[in-house]
């Protein structure tokens, strides 16, 4: 059975839109950071914010201010951690005005987040956290989400993964949950087009991996659900966020 909680990553802003926003946040977005346009690169524009900045994180509905912190500490991580040219720090609850806008509670169908720039396409939440705290799968959603909302895609995705994935199995799976043939597809199975990315290698030890059991791949291959930020995430949010 397929946990509602696998964190997922949302794809909601329209491709040309999405671009426009990514570049003129941070014209190293384009495809080859030149600044050009390449139509067949729309959709793959990197979505990072631009180095330097601070990102201010809103709770909306004022919840519990021990969720509110444990989940505010894990983020930091991605920065603290890293060294990376980027800040965040905590607005007050329900700031519209705030970059990154979390909605949490369990009755949220999914945990999600917009990938990094497109958050600014909407007025509403960015990012839904619908495991409480103290739950197993809790550190791994939080850290996953921000890497989302800090930029990062899938890893499961990268262009260098050569997953033999069972697609027949991890489609009936998912779907049998709920999720449609679009959904497994835009989130697990398809690869992301190696068009200007700015990536690490292919790491299956990421935050940004799915866990992946025995009985979605063909032959002898699986990956744990992780529960740390490995030291290629951190290098990766080096390489998108340096310093001059
Ligand atoms: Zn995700």
């Not at 983020?75 to 609850?93: F, R």
């Not at 935050?207 to 995430?233: C, N, R």
Request: aromatic residues 8%; charged residues 25%; hydrophobic residues 40%.
């Amino acid at each position: 059975m397929i946990s509602p909680m696998i964190p997922r990553c949302r794809y909601r802003v329209d491709p040309l839109r999405s671009y426009e926003l990514a570049v003129a946040e941070n014209p190293l977005n384009a495809p080859g950071g030149s600044g050009n346009r390449r139509k067949r690169s729309l959709g793959v524009a990197s979505k990072f914010w631009k180095p330097g900045r601070t990102l201010w994180v809103s709770f909306l509905g004022a919840p519990d201010r021990r969720l509110k912190m444990s989940i505010f500490e894990l983020a930091s991580q991605w920065l603290d951690l890293s060294g990376a040219n980027l800040e965040i720090d905590l607005a007050e609850d329900d700031d519209k005005k705030a970059t990154i806008r979390i909605l949490t509670g369990p009755h949220l169908p999914h945990s999600l987040s917009d990938i990094g720039t497109d958050a600014l396409a909407y007025g509403e939440d960015t990012m839904c956290i619908n495991v409480p705290l103290g739950h197993d799968f809790f550190e791994n959603t939080v850290l996953h989400e921000f890497g989302h909302a800090l930029g990062a895609e899938h890893e499961h995705r990268h262009p260098d993964a050569d997953i033999p994935w069972n697609e027949q199995v991890v489609l009936q799976s998912h779907m049998a949950a709920g999720w449609t043939e679009a959904d497994v597809r835009q989130q697990i199975l398809s690869k992301i087009d190696d068009v200007g990315l700015r990536k690490t290698a292919y790491d299956r030890t990421s935050i940004m991996h799915y866990a992946v059991p025995q009985a979605f791949t063909h032959g002898d291959w699986e990956v744990a659900l992780p529960q740390q930020l490995s030291e290629k995430d951190l290098e990766f949010m080096r390489l998108a966020y340096p310093h001059d």
